[in-house]
């Protein structure tokens, strides 16, 4: 049985379907495909929207007065 994840899999998810093929009533051998492994940081980090910051003082541009 070929289970194909798109988008990612946790290291959770492999760990069940691997107990499950590990059983001996299960009739299957599973093959997992993933396009990408998701842990905790990446998850994290794919949701954190980056600002970048267009609001530069120049160094040539005059103090302001007190």
Same mark, same amino acid.
């Given at each position: 049985?070929? *289970? @194909?994840?798109?988008?990612? *899999? +946790?290291?959770? $998810?492999?760990?069940?379907?691997? @107990? /499950? #093929? =590990?059983?001996?009533? @299960?009739?299957?051998?599973? *093959?997992?495909?993933? +396009?990408?492994? *998701? =842990?905790?940081? +990446? /998850?994290?980090? #794919?949701?954190?929207? $980056?600002? +970048?910051? =267009? ?12």
């Amino acid at each position: 049985m070929l *289970v @194909f994840y798109v988008g990612g *899999v +946790t290291y959770a $998810e492999i760990a069940a379907l691997r @107990f /499950l #093929s =590990n059983s001996e009533t @299960f009739p299957f051998a599973i *093959v997992v495909a993933a +396009t990408a492994i *998701v =842990n905790g940081a +990446t /998850l994290i980090k #794919s949701l954190v929207f $980056e600002i +970048t910051n =267009n609001l530069r003082r120049d160094a040539a541009a005059p103090a302001a007065a007190p």
